[in-house]
């Protein structure tokens, strides 16, 4: 006898997971982009059915901000959607430093 879907219960992911999840599909898609030297931390928040992602991103300098944000933005919505089952409503990225390799930069930071 099949129980329906709906009188079996209910799967409950951690917000955790989808954090964790986020932020390994944010550093897929900056190693895809050859950008080995940046990181990304992900928060997520589950609502009425679907996740908020929150992103941080620490990015080399040069570097063309709005395309690298963008093609993040659809990986990491893309991805966590296809692996935690839950859709992706927002994504917000905030790109909180850009740093410069260390060849360019002095003792004291600056460029030279």
Same mark, same amino acid.
């Given at each position: ?11 409950? @992911?951690?917000?955790? *997971?989808?954090?964790? +999840?986020? +932020? ?12 080995? +030297? ?26 063309? @901000? ?5 093609? *993040? ?14 859709? *992706?409503?927002?994504?917000? @990225? ?19």
């Amino acid at each position: 006898m099949t129980i329906p879907a709906a009188q079996r219960g209910a799967l409950s @992911i951690a917000d955790r *997971v989808i954090s964790r +999840t986020a +932020t390994a599909a944010a550093r897929e898609a900056l190693h895809d982009l050859d950008h080995p +030297t940046a990181t990304a931390r992900a928060t997520a928040v589950t609502r009425r059915g679907s996740a908020r992602l929150n992103l941080a991103l620490d990015l080399p300098y040069p570097i063309d @901000i709005p395309a690298t944000t963008d093609a *993040v933005h659809h990986h990491v919505a893309r991805r966590t959607e296809g692996l935690v089952g839950l859709p *992706v409503a927002t994504v917000r @990225i905030r790109v909180e430093r850009l740093h410069l390799p260390q060849a360019e930069a002095g003792d004291d930071g600056r460029v030279r």
